[in-house]
């Protein structure tokens, strides 16, 4: 195989692979009934003037299923820290003990379920539009490049096409593995 048409196959598969990951990392920012130390993982929090995030102030913990503690460092962030929980909306509702923040995930309704399940929709359904740009990119960088023979640029197309139906196929794995995560109760 020509070094052309395998620099932009491999350059195709990369960004491929950088659509799954994101995919992974907004699907840890849906909830989905069970309570998650990521959860917590968009607050930032008023660090003696700048915005820090809670993960570098505080330990936050799951001791069970249904409840997120979050233990500062520095007892005089408490205040703080809840400020930060609740500013980021999350709609939880912090309770402060003195020495720790203790955080009770409600169940999920019938309704936020279903409602999780279609941003969790959206989110896959981004992660093919990322993935089919690729394939775009690496046809038209195909196409333009005279080095390559036209059977080589044929080729390379049908690799790129079954390198795409393949991440394709994973985002919806990756998906179908949230939804049940999600509507499981």
């Known amino acids: 195989m ?34 998650s130390p990521a959860m917590l993982g968009s607050v930032m929090v008023d660090y003696y003037g700048s915005q820090t995030p809670l ?26 820290i809840e400020r930060g929980i609740a500013y980021a909306n999350l709609g939880f509702n912090p309770m402060n003990n003195g020495e720790v923040i203790i955080i009770n995930v409600p169940p999920l309704t ?9 941003q969790a929709k959206a989110e896959a359904e981004d992660a093919k539009v990322s993935i089919r740009s690729a394939r775009k ?11 390559i023979s036209e059977d080589l640029k044929k080729n390379g197309e049908i690799d790129v096409q079954q390198l795409t139906d393949k991440y394709v196929k994973r985002v919806d794995d990756v998906y179908e593995n949230k939804e049940k995560e999600i509507m499981t109760v």
């Open 55 to 80: 993960s570098q102030v505080a330990n936050v913990n799951t001791p069970d299923g249904r409840t997120i503690t979050v233990q500062p460092w520095e007892k005089n962030m408490l205040q703080e």
């Open 2 to 35: 020509n070094e052309d048409v395998q620099f932009i196959l491999d350059s195709a598969k990369e960004a491929m692979e950088n659509a799954i990951i994101h995919l992974e990392k907004q699907f840890t920012n849906i909830r989905a009934g069970k309570a």
């Open 137 to 147: 990119e690496a046809n038209h960088e195909l196409k333009k490049n005279d080095d």
């Open 110 to 118: 019938e309704e936020r379920r279903r409602d999780l399940a279609k």
